[in-house]
Every structure is written in structure tokens, then in C-alpha cells.
């Protein structure tokens, strides 16, 4: 991360859930200050106000999308920049004050994202239960902690928090289900590039121009850049104006990316760094290589043949 590393830190509250979690994965802010925000939009605002060096904020979920209020927020008002990325596996545990049988339980605390994510298990395995929407999983830990309910579908942190015995783990109608979280702070020198990284941008095209959204691809594509991620949110300004959100493989101080962004630059309306970082893998998976002739070697060899041409060299 660029700069004196972060120490005070806010996510998107309450405590006990899957955003403090995923906080906590990260060193500085395990050994750091944790204070939990209301909403994205206030969690956003402590950065921006310098009342914190950095907020933790869930960015996308592999079964729900993206969160538009994230989106929205990073879109508008003063920039932020993403320094790291957390991806982290979304398993909920089914949790009461004792152990129950689950045939005797009646009502399941609940924030309406995790009971969506496991709808199907709930209707297998609770089929007389009424589910309860909740403000928060960590809300329904403490209203099954409190006996307003029989059980929650909660974060496994929220279990020893509140005394609760887990009756079932791993509770998801997709086992393979994640949130990926972004780590915002305010503005700075982006970190150096570590050969599997991440640039995030927020572009506006010119709605009055005709191709533009192409013209965007092309000038990724002719650089062999990945386009991992690409999501649109109405501006609000007008019906049919929007910003396009781009994830794409690579870092902004090598070449075939910086190029891309000075063609990024010249046909749109608007192109907002949102940062460059490191991707997180869950996994051992190797970084998707480029093309032929489209490497950053490639680019970097094609560079120093034309610099050689102006000087006048025979090449």
C-alpha cells in the first residue's frame, strides 16, 4: 500500500459481520482501530473527511452482483482510491442459543441477502419456519442470542459474540459463493506493480456519440488488456446516461495499460482511476498470460525500435 500504512479503519458495521471479517484478514487493521459505519456512503465520508485512513466496503458478490450503492458512491464526490482488494468465501451457519433440534424451530432471524442465499436449503431443511428480515447478520445473532428468535442465519463471527451454538455450518445454496470487498483510502502514488494486478476505472462515455462504448473495448483489446469486469449505473443526470465500472488485468505503470488509459482519456467524456492493486486469489491460479506480441515485453521492445528510428539509428 503506498504511503505510511493505514492504522484507523471503518467498514461497513455492525460488528459480527462478513465486512469486519474480511477486515480483519488484513494485518494492519487486525493490530489497528476498527470502527464500524452505519452505511457505505458514511463509511466513505470518514475517509474523505480524514476521520479514518481507510474504509472496507463489500464491492460484489458471485451470486448477488455488485453492490450499487458502492458503485454509486465511488462514481461521485471526491475520489477514492482502492489500494487491496479482500475476497472472502460466504458461508453462513444456522446459530440459536442452545442446541435444537431443527424440527422444533419456528423463526429464523435473518438479513434478507442471506436468507435469498439459501432460500432453497431453508425450504429443505426448515420448511415450517418463518423466516424474520433483519437489519444485519449481526442483528440476527443477537435477536437469536436474546430468544426473540429460535435461530439466526448468521457470519460465523457473530457465534462466539453472542454465546450462540451452531447447529448448522456451511448453510448456502451456492458453496462456492463470494463477496469480493474494496479497501478505499484517499488519494496517492499507486503501490508498485506485482505481475497479477488489478485497475479499476469509472468511465463516462459521450452518449451523443455513436461507437464510443466500442471504441472503449477496442482500446483495451488491441493492447491484449483483460477486461474482467465491466457493470453500468445510471448517472442520474438523464435517462440513458451511465457510467461504465472496468476491472481490468494489469497494473498503470506498465506500458500497454498506461497506453490504454491516454486512449481511455481521449474519446471519453470522463475516466476516473479508481487504483491499481494487487488481485487476490483464492486460489493457486496462475495470472491469465497475454497474447502473442501483446506482453508488456512486447510493448517495451516496440518502444525502444521506435525510439531508435527517430534518433536516426539503422534498425
Known amino acids: 500500500m503506498p504511503g505510511t500504512p493505514p492504522t484507523r479503519f471503518v467498514y461497513l458495521g455492525p460488528e459480527g459481520t462478513f465486512t469486519e471479517a474480511a477486515l480483519r484478514t488484513i494485518p494492519a487493521a487486525e493490530h489497528g482501530l476498527r470502527v464500524p459505519a452505519r452505511s457505505v456512503p458514511e463509511a466513505l465520508e470518514a475517509v ?14 458471485s451470486v448477488g452482483g455488485a453492490v450499487p450503492v458502492t458503485l454509486d458512491e465511488l462514481a461521485t464526490g471526491s475520489t477514492l482510491m482502492i489500494t487491496r482488494e479482500v475476497l472472502l468465501p460466504v458461508e453462513f451457519v444456522l ?14 432471524a ?15 431443511n426448515l420448511p415450517d419456519a418463518t423466516v424474520v428480515d433483519m437489519l444485519s447478520n449481526a442483528a440476527a445473532a443477537i435477536s437469536a442470542a436474546s430468544g426473540e428468535h429460535d435461530a439466526a442465519l448468521c457470519a460465523p463471527i457473530g457465534v462466539p459474540r453472542n454465546g450462540l451454538t451452531v447447529l448448522a455450518e456451511k448453510v448456502a445454496d451456492h458453496a462456492d459463493a463470494v463477496t469480493r470487498f474494496a479497501l478505499l483510502t484517499r488519494p496517492g502514488p499507486p503501490g508498485l506493480p506485482t505481475g497479477d494486478d488489478v ?33 453500468s449505473r445510471p448517472t442520474g443526470e438523464q435517462l440513458g446516461t451511465y457510467v461504465f465500472f472496468l476491472d481490468c488485468s494489469g497494473h498503470v505503470a506498465e506500458p500497454r495499460l498506461g497506453e490504454a488509459l491516454q486512449g481511455l482519456r481521449r474519446i471519453c467524456a ?15 491460479e496462475a495470472p491469465v498470460a497475454s497474447p502473442k506480441g501483446l506482453s508488456d515485453t512486447d510493448f517495451a521492445d516496440s518502444a525502444a525500435w521506435l525510439a531508435r528510428i527517430r534518433a536516426g539509428e539503422t534498425v
Open 48 to 61: 474523505r473527511a480524514g476521520d479514518a485512513d481507510a474504509a472496507l466496503v463489500p464491492l460484489e458478490n
Open 110 to 124: 435473518a438479513h434478507p441477502q442471506a436468507s435469498a442465499q439459501c432460500r432453497n436449503w431453508l425450504l429443505a
Open 270 to 284: 470522463e475516466v476516473r482511476f479508481l487504483g491499481s492493486y494487487p488481485r487476490h486469489r483464492l486460489t493457486r
Open 199 to 231: 485497475t479499476s476505472l469509472a468511465v463516462s462515455i459521450r452518449h451523443d456519440q455513436a461507437g464510443t462504448l466500442v471504441g472503449v473495448l477496442t482500446e483495451l483489446s488491441v493492447r491484449g488488456i483483460n477486461l474482467s469486469r465491466i457493470e
Open 95 to 108: 446459530a440459536a442459543r442452545r442446541l435444537t433440534p431443527l424440527a422444533e424451530i419456528r423463526s429464523v
